[in-house]
């Protein structure tokens, strides 16, 4: 079980500029989490994937934010023109279907926006 | 999340117990989770347990579950200095979406 890989670990960059982060999940779980934390606070939802099939974003998603699961395996979470307010850890976590299958987390990704 | 709430800190000594509690509001939750998170790390599953249950018991740590009063507490039992953590509480929402909320979070520390 090599457990929810995420990539980078860190990344600091300019506001303004476009950041990438990619999730590897465990590979029988069909569904994938984003989440993003902020310090001193719990994960806040973001946006959840079934398979290939992004089945809902939160409101709370700017439209600078977009994710991607297009084989129904890795996702990827891209942010357009970042700002300061978005520094935060990003987490990815999946699951199996149904019932009580808990979420699994990675390591997350700590995004620096300077 | 604003449906779960958790105390932000709680300070024992190594050997003692360890409770941390949660409420939550919706009646509809149906799992209930425990999470702990070290510094600069994702959150690692320590157990969860479902609705029609009152107690879970796995080695150190025992769940209890009020559902008439929506509480849950986690007790560690002979807590060590590797246990400072944040642990959190989390509600699964038998929505359309299956989504998981999160409290805020309790910064346990123990005291050698």
């Known amino acids: 079980d090599t457990g929810v890989s995420q990539d980078p670990r860190h990344k600091i960059t300019k506001r303004g500029q476009n950041v990438t982060f990619r999730c590897d999940p465990i590979s029988e779980h069909n569904r994938l989490y984003w989440y993003r934390q902020t310090l001193g606070q719990g994960p806040e939802f973001l946006t959840y994937f079934q398979n290939e099939a992004q089945l809902e974003k939160s409101r709370l998603l700017s439209n600078r934010f977009s994710a991607e699961r297009p084989k129904g395996s890795f996702s990827t979470l891209e942010i357009q023109r970042t700002e300061q307010g978005d520094s935060a850890m990003y987490l990815c976590?999946?699951?199996?279907?149904?019932?009580?299958?808990?979420?699994?987390f990675g390591n997350g990704t700590r995004l620096t926006v300077t | 999340g604003e449906d779960v709430e958790q105390s932000l800190f709680l300070s024992v000594r190594e050997g003692d117990s360890s409770v941390i509690n949660c409420t939550y509001t919706d009646s509809s939750s149906t799992y209930l989770y425990w999470y702990k998170q070290e510094p600069g790390a994702g959150l690692q599953l320590l157990t969860y347990?479902?609705?029609?249950?009152d107690m879970k018991q796995d080695q150190r740590l025992t769940v209890l579950l009020n559902k008439k009063d929506k509480h849950l507490s986690l007790r560690i039992a002979d807590t060590q200095t590797g246990d400072s953590a944040i642990y959190f509480c989390?509600?699964?929402?038998?929505?359309?979406?299956?989504?998981?909320?999160f409290g805020s979070g309790t910064k346990l520390n123990v005291k050698p």
């Open positions: 976590a999946s699951s199996l279907a149904g019932g009580g299958s808990p979420l699994h």
């Open positions: 347990i479902f609705s029609n249950m």
């Open positions: 989390a509600e699964k929402k038998e929505d359309n979406f299956n989504k998981f909320y």
